[in-house]
């Protein structure tokens, strides 16, 4: 539920364990409660051990704490991100960050991100915990971005260095950053007594001192932006998650029918003249798979296709509001229905293929017309090439509908982190594939590295508009690509 408190600064934390976010955290909860480095006692907000806090109900992974206003400051909201970094459970993460976005935050003061002074390059987990979460948030964020540097002693960061160095992901941003633009801290002065502990404690404080000031210069940036970033990224995953299973099932049709193709030309006599000829070829399946406890999956009964794998919308909810829906109407499933034809369920499809013999009457009967001119050898292949290019189109149209939601994102995100073309992607999926190894995947990492080659050359001849001139152009370049387009239309 959201409150009206106009004067409140929100702050959101973030850092990979080891970072000393938990330490800093509970010495700002002292900060402001006015603890001085004399009395005998301190607080502890967050369990130095565990990371979890000591005063909420840990059935979230983010937390939010409340401090009234003080002295002369301002009340201040901080939100705690503990668990970047684990794919496991990033996702789950960031929707209850969009929720809490919704629910109660209207307006974020600054993004503070925790490093180690020591680190002489920022690690990979880093890197990727930063840019994840530095992305969720529009562009109008950037100067409002503060790193909050531990472990330090009286000469600059060495981790400074890497923060403005070329290949990082915050040099861009540190540009239009105002000093100061990162805090120093030593937080063994907070909660340890020794001969330098006091010295560290008041630099500490020093630091919170101009860091609440900071606070009191910076722009609240509004997060009705924010939360449209945050849907379209959620779509942009369900998108993905949902049409890879048609694109894999596309490029494997797609590479059946160039081995189809070969057989025929190969055995052109024999099919003309025998009737016992038969070829194998694999068709797409699907089977059920029971989602875990707890989770639940987005089905359409008209495609009986699964649109959206693991979906937060509550059972008893329409599926309006689904990631995978874009006003009401669905984005992934083959005939794009509206959400009315959309319901909860406990299980999945998972699509696979399974192999199956036709034989050549079935060809004849599919593909064979009265084009007597032609053998039947050579009209089943015409109709192989336009059953290929019909998939071909639809594959195309699948990665120009991802590009539309990454496209919007580079628009209004900070840090889009996504893929900018669709060969970009295609990488993406190479490499998921290589890693994940599922049955079939070599045939598919061929197929995938073809289409890359077709769409690096249809993609030069539109983006260059007058290099299509007319259907006799476009028949050379995709001869290019070994393939005969015969109903392409413009």
Known sequence: MKFDD??????????????????????????????DYRDDFRYYIINENTGKSNYLSQ???????????????????????????????????????????KSEIDFITAVCLVVQSANAKLTKNQEYIFSRVVSIFVKDIEKNILPLITFCDANEPPVIHNLKAPNSFFYDIFHNLEDPWYLKFNNSGFFNKNNDSEIYWKIGFQSFDIFM??????????????????????????????????????LSKMEEIRRQIRIIEENEDKINGAKNFEIEEEIPDQKRVHCAVGQHTTLCHLCNFTCHKICYIPPSENKRYCASMNNGICTVCPNKCEYT???????????????VKRTLEELKNTYVGANKNLSDAKQIIIGLNNEFNIIFVKVFEIQEQLKKCIEKLNQIALKPNVFKSSEEYIDILINSEELEKKEGYKNRIVALKKLKKEHQLINEAFNGQSAIKDLEDFKKIIKMTKMIVLFFKF
Not at 10 to 33: D, F, M, P, Q, R
Not at 220 to 248: C, D, F, W, Y
Request: net charge neutral; glycine share 8%.
């Open 213 to 250: 000031a900071k606070l009191g210069k910076l722009k609240k940036i509004s997060l009705n932006q924010t939360n449209e970033v945050l849907e379209e990224r959620k779509r942009l995953h369900a998108t993905m998650e949902g049409l890879l299973p048609q694109l894999n099932m596309g």
């Open 6 to 35: 106009p004067n409140c600064h929100t702050i959101i934390v973030l850092g990979e364990t080891g970072s000393g976010k938990t330490t800093l955290l509970n010495a700002l909860i002292n900060y402001c409660i006015g603890i």
């Open 341 to 355: 034809h959309h319901s909860d369920n406990e299980y999945y499809y998972e699509y696979t293929s399974k192999k």
């Open 59 to 101: 059935t979230s992974t983010v937390n939010v704490y409340y401090i009234k206003s003080w002295s002369n400051h301002p009340s201040l909201r901080i939100i705690d991100t503990p668990g970047f970094g684990d794919n496991t459970t990033d996702n789950e993460t960031l929707n209850k960050i969009h929720t809490l976005f």
